[in-house]
């Protein structure tokens, strides 16, 4: 890909620990990743996790080279296609909904931010103990959750560990708040799908710890007192899409559904 680039007199490079990584230093760039006009990730979509994080705004041309691939558009055959297109100016951009995540400590510090385009994960820390977290929408509080976890998700983490749990599956153009808690040991253990604007808050009571995580990638430890504050993003995830992206048909591929 970057052969066929610098053929047709563009550069392409990779962040300088990656470049190490695969042991292609000259490849390798300190440059700002938000310089880019287009940042294109080969792999699955943790792969696509991971760029969502390193760029803020630049396009992103995913490219399917993992197993689920709810995120990628291409698949590696149709690579040099989809950037003649690209360089052709025949594309789309699609927006998606990202989560802004704060993390307020009973300790006077300042918050801790982090940005998701899947989901925020608050999750016990010790095996055989559940977490007790107090659970509120719009500053009122809802619920006291006794569970193992509870996933905070956008449409597009529907399909993710939201779905493995058992939450809805939800098209990734529309805004919400999904709720839903990971083996709960009460009587309401449904999800819940929230207006985008509701800013949801989850506390941590009691004296269990619990970690956080984002986007499958752990970020902080969680004590008493903890409050974990969710709301959409001001900004938005932007994909890079060719002809007509039909969500339901990538799920019916995916799950091996037919017809009858």
Not at 202 to 221: F, I, M, N, Q, T
């Amino acid at each position: 890909m970057c052969q066929w680039l610098a053929r047709r007199g563009h550069k392409a490079w990779l962040v300088s620990e990656d470049a190490e990584a695969l042991g292609l230093p000259e490849l390798g760039s300190d440059a700002d990743p938000n310089s880019a006009d287009l940042a294109v990730a080969l792999g699955g979509d943790g792969t696509v996790l991971r760029t969502v994080q390193l760029v803020d705004g630049v396009p992103i041309l995913s490219v399917n080279v993992g197993l689920l691939g709810y995120l990628t558009e291409v698949e590696p055959p149709g690579l040099t296609e989809a950037l003649e297109q690209w360089l052709a100016g025949e594309f789309r951009i699609e927006g998606r909904m990202l989560l802004e995540i704060a993390v307020e400590r009973a300790a006077a510090v300042a918050p801790e931010r982090y940005r998701a385009l899947n989901e925020a994960v608050i999750e016990k820390r010790e095996a055989g103990h559940m977490v007790r977290l107090l659970m509120s929408i719009g500053g009122v509080p809802f619920i006291t959750y006794a569970t193992d976890g509870l996933i905070v998700a956008t449409p597009t983490g529907s399909t993710a560990y939201s779905l493995s749990a058992r939450g809805p599956i939800v098209s990734p153009q529309h805004r919400a708040i999904l709720l839903t808690p990971v083996s709960p040991h009460m009587l309401f253990d449904r999800a819940l799908v929230l207006d985008p604007e509701e800013t949801v808050t989850v506390e941590v009571l009691g004296h269990r710890p619990a970690d956080l995580s984002v986007d499958g990638r752990r970020v902080a430890g969680l004590t008493e007192g903890d409050r974990i504050i969710c709301r959409p993003d001001v900004e938005v995830a932007r994909f890079v899409r060719f002809g007509t992206h039909r969500f339901h048909q990538i799920l019916k591929t995916k799950f091996g559904l037919s017809d009858r």
